[in-house]
């Protein structure tokens, strides 16, 4: 068989037509004289996880136009390959129909090869994307490490964790992702979007906890011009602006309970209110949640509303603590080490064995990104070829901030331009001592001019 078809048109003679020219190429085709019922019946087939193949949407059709019917079911209708035809079809029309998500655009009356090479055509895209996908799995697993949009680990936790985004990528399900600070709930977020079909779309990140309480009505939902001291014009609101794309509801647990009411209606109907509007706007938005807290222990306190938690949490995901996949931190360091010898144009090779064991010992309170921010900070700071003990932070080789690890500087916290101002306190010491206190062969083994050594000995109280 060579596929699945709908064809949703309502005129009689144009589905009689597609079905008995499909049928007898070896496609299995259904039909829908609406909009409405070709959704429903799209709907439906995504339930059981057997979507359409293709979609045969025409552009004209009482009550609402095909265009208008892709924007609104986005996510229902765009599991399968659509093509749009229309009998009025201009290059505009096109470009609106595959900015949607169409795949191609054709102009009734059309011949019968036209169809078949057009479907031909999606199929090979069709098999194209997934043959990619297939590679780059395989790729990854031939080199001991799975992959899922910027992140990567080999641990058989992550593992999971990116086998069910990549499932939740395939549908419009709405997503909440738990996880501890620092664990990539945003970069999780973002590779779904970038692996669903609405990756050309925006994705539209939202801090709950970062916006006052009276701004956010306004925020998320937009408002028109004078409905409140300052509104001067209107103003989309975020859901509007991630229409057709994706929302990353980030810290969900922060949002106040008058919002969740508001939230939790736009959600079920797919609709916003501006605030001072009396019309309400559809919008086809594919919503992530995330947080940080229990939020089983916040409904039981009351702080979060029981019918939202269960909205949201259609398809949760776990992202475990990185102290809990210790595997997953060599990789991780080889990772951010090419990502910063990149962008510092530096070109340091690895981390040594002694650094390695500080790292694997060490428990991680900020994850990931705190193993992030450590490999930049010892990139920039170690003048070795492999990054040492040395330009580690403290907290993670135990010594007191300021004082030696291993006969060098060990300088606290994460702030590189505290790090560097120390770090070059302590090279000048060690070149005056070097030197015998001589400042001119001093400033040359610096490699710094005289006078440039004069202002930083000032600058650092050095004699």
């Known amino acids: 068989m060579a596929g699945k078809i709908l064809i949703i048109d309502d005129e009689k003679n144009m589905r009689h037509m597609l079905t008995a020219l499909l049928e007898k190429e070896g496609y299995a085709v259904d039909t829908a004289a609406s909009g409405g019922t070709g959704v429903k019946m799209a709907a439906r087939a995504l339930k059981l996880d057997a979507p359409y193949d293709f979609i045969l949407l025409d552009v004209k059709m009482p009550g609402v136009d095909g265009i208008s019917l892709l924007k609104d079911n986005r996510g229902t209708l765009t599991r399968s390959m659509v093509i749009m035809m229309s009998a009025y079809g201009t290059i505009d029309t096109a470009v609106s129909a595959m900015r949607h998500g169409a795949f191609d655009f054709i102009s009734k009356p059309f011949k019968p090869d036209e169809v078949s090479l057009l479907l031909q055509r999606a199929a090979e895209h069709r098999d194209l994307k997934n043959e990619n996908l297939y590679l780059k799995d395989q790729l990854g697993r031939m080199e001991g490490r799975f992959r899922f949009s910027s992140m990567v680990a080999k641990s058989d936790a992550m593992k999971s964790v990116f086998a069910l985004a990549r499932k939740a990528a395939r549908y419009p399900t709405t997503v909440l992702i738990f996880g501890g600070s620092g664990t990539g709930k945003e970069l999780i977020a973002r590779g779904i979007h970038g692996e669903s079909d609405r990756a050309q779309r925006p994705m539209v990140p939202v801090n709950c906890g970062g916006i ?66 009396v019309r309400t706007r559809k919008i086809d938005v594919r919503v992530i949640a995330a947080t940080s807290r229990n939020l089983r222990e916040e409904v039981a306190k009351g702080a979060f509303r029981e019918d939202l938690y269960f909205r949201l949490n259609v398809l949760s995901i776990a992202l475990p603590p ?20 990149h962008k510092l144009g530096c070109q340091v090779s690895g981390v040594s064995p002694a650094a390695m064991k500080l790292l694997l010992a060490y428990p991680w309170p900020g994850n990931v990104r705190e193993l992030e921010n450590a490999m930049e900070r010892s990139v920039v700071l170690t003048d070795r070829e492999r990054i040492d003990p040395a330009s580690l932070p403290s907290a993670i080789t135990g010594s007191q901030p300021g004082h030696p690890v291993n006969g060098h500087f060990s300088p606290e916290g994460f702030s590189l331009k505290a790090a560097v101002r120390k770090l070059e306190g302590v090279m000048i010491r060690r070149a005056l001592e070097e ?29």
């Open 212 to 277: 006052p309480e009276t701004l956010m009505e306004s925020e998320l939902f937009g408002h028109k011009k004078g409905a409140f001291t300052g509104a001067v014009c209107d103003k989309k609101g975020l859901f509007e602006e991630a229409d057709g794309g994706t929302l990353f509801l980030d810290e969900i647990g922060e949002l106040p309970l008058s919002m969740q009411v508001k939230l939790l209606r736009v959600l079920q109907e797919g609709e916003v209110r501006p605030v001072g509007d």
């Open 322 to 341: 990185l102290a809990g996949r210790q595997e997953d931190i060599p990789l991780l360091c080889d990772h951010f080490l090419k990502t910063f010898n």
């Open 435 to 463: 030197t015998g206190g001589n400042r001119t062969q001093a400033s040359k083994l610096l490699e710094i001019s005289h006078p440039s050594l004069l202002s930083k000995m000032k600058l650092h109280h050095l004699r």
